[in-house]
């Protein structure tokens, strides 16, 4: 919990900080909008991805919820 | 039996980000995406085929609803937790019914493991007014020893010209266990079969906070927290952990393991990503994780899509994985020591690293139907002699590699 609150007040300060210098103008995103410029570009990609290490690791999640899953094998 | 849950990461991590992560896309349409993936562990353990079918549909007004069905089928085996020996070693089957024997000098598998599971999701997004968006979802996942009902939500609030997008979220999941032959009673000789018939359960609760920031025209940046509490059953009923000599490291006899009933996860996950001049597409990711069983994870991912012409591209990837033990993880128990409250032997839980190496390529054939095949190779490695170990157990191999092959299929289409 304190390792979360730590990280959060930090990203909110960078974020105030910085963000308002950073961005595009409405007119300026034509590279962003590309499908493969996405976040979740290949979501079935990243779904399997979680699903293989989820199953073979003490980890999981960040991107998107860790989530429990049995894991027993 | 475990992954439930990796749809909910995927589905929901299309609500981490901005309303970049909106696909364009026509009304009364559906954009269907689909895949095979196959994956197989050398050595006769676990193989894995995993059929996926996901559609979505704009209802207008960019109201989209999220369809997804995912049917796999595991077979093999899988590491027991017990060490190997000079001697051959006998087990229970999880059933009780039967037995299995492992050869001298081998790692104890059990070869019994084999599931099938069906897990069904739905997702519907949609904007509140100009700067906010909300996600729904539900996902429903069921095995027949584990059944897992999740619900999700996550907001979005743009600001900044839409440049910064804000998220937060919250998971609630609920899970029925109910173990071949019985949940065990923990740290019982497994000659006993000291099992409870009734189902066991958990509870998971997963909360989310996230920042996506666009930096210019061809780049962004995202940083997700993550904070997850799970309460409930959190033992693996299917692992063991070796009693040894004293003197010798001959096994002895084999204890279910006991894990606590809690666990409280957080994480700081990055991503950047950016276009070049070439409309090459530059992927890079950092996971840090700590949990309150000791674990401690680094998680590097770069990938870096390279485009060979308007329609191809060809992508590879590159993932770096480390992790320190659990606390209560052992290799094995030496006999006459006193007995630990909570004990587990499962090589998931040990400190290890592990690399993947693998590489895409892909077709956009035109525009409306898309194709890629992924091969990885996963390479998992853990400290094969470790200091404790003593007498026989210095011959063996206490942390085997786990080498594994993927190969997935990708077919998109819109109709």
Known sequence: MKFTLRWLSICCL??????????????????????????????????????????????????GFAGGGCGCN | MQLSKKRIAGLLSAATCS??????????????????????????????????????????DDEIVSLKLVFDALTGASANGAVPSTMPQTFTSPSGKSTYTVAANDTPLDPSFHDTRVAYSMNWDKPTDRTHRRNLGFNLSHEYDFTSLGFNGMWQIDSNQKNTTWSYGANLELDAINPVGGAPEPLTDMLAQDKNSGAESRNIVDLLFGVTQIID??????????????????????????????????PLRYLFENRPDSRMRSSIFAQYRKMMPSKDILTASYRYMTD??????????????????????LQP?????????????????????????EVSADYRLG????????????????????????????????????????????????YPDVTATIVQFNYSFVF
């Open chain 1, 14 to 63: 960078l974020a105030l900080a910085g963000c308002s210098s950073l961005g595009v103008k409405p007119w300026e995103r034509d590279l962003l909008a590309r499908d493969d410029m996405l976040m979740n570009a290949d979501a079935l990609d990243l779904a399997y991805d979680e699903h293989i290490y989820f199953s073979k690791e003490a980890s999981s999640g960040g991107q």
């Open chain 2, 317 to 341: 990837n590159v993932r770096y994985y480390q992790q320190s033990a659990a606390d209560f993880y052992r290799y094995f128990l030496v006999d006459g020591e006193p007995l630990p409250a």
């Open chain 2, 351 to 398: 400190e290890m690293d592990a690399t993947t190496v693998g590489i895409k390529f892909g077709e956009d054939i035109d525009g409306r139907h898309q194709w890629s095949l992924r091969l990885e190779q996963y390479l998992q490695s853990g400290d094969s002699s470790p200091p404790e170990a003593f007498g026989q157990l210095t011959q063996q191999d206490l």
């Open chain 2, 19 to 60: 309303l970049l992560c909106t696909p364009a896309q026509a009304r009364d349409e559906w954009n269907v995406d689909s895949a095979v993936l196959y994956y197989g562990e050398s050595d006769g353990r676990i193989k894995l085929v995993e059929p996926v079918i996901a559609a979505r549909k704009d209802l207008g």
């Open chain 2, 292 to 313: 309150d069983w000791g674990v401690k994870s680094n998680t590097f991912d770069l990938s870096y899509r390279f485009r060979l012409g308007e329609r191809y591209y």
């Open chain 2, 217 to 250: 025209r061809s780049s962004l940046f995202q940083v997700n927290l993550s904070l997850s509490q799970a309460n409930g059953y959190m033992t693996d009923p299917y692992k063991l952990v070796s009693v040894v000599d004293s003197s010798s490291g001959q």
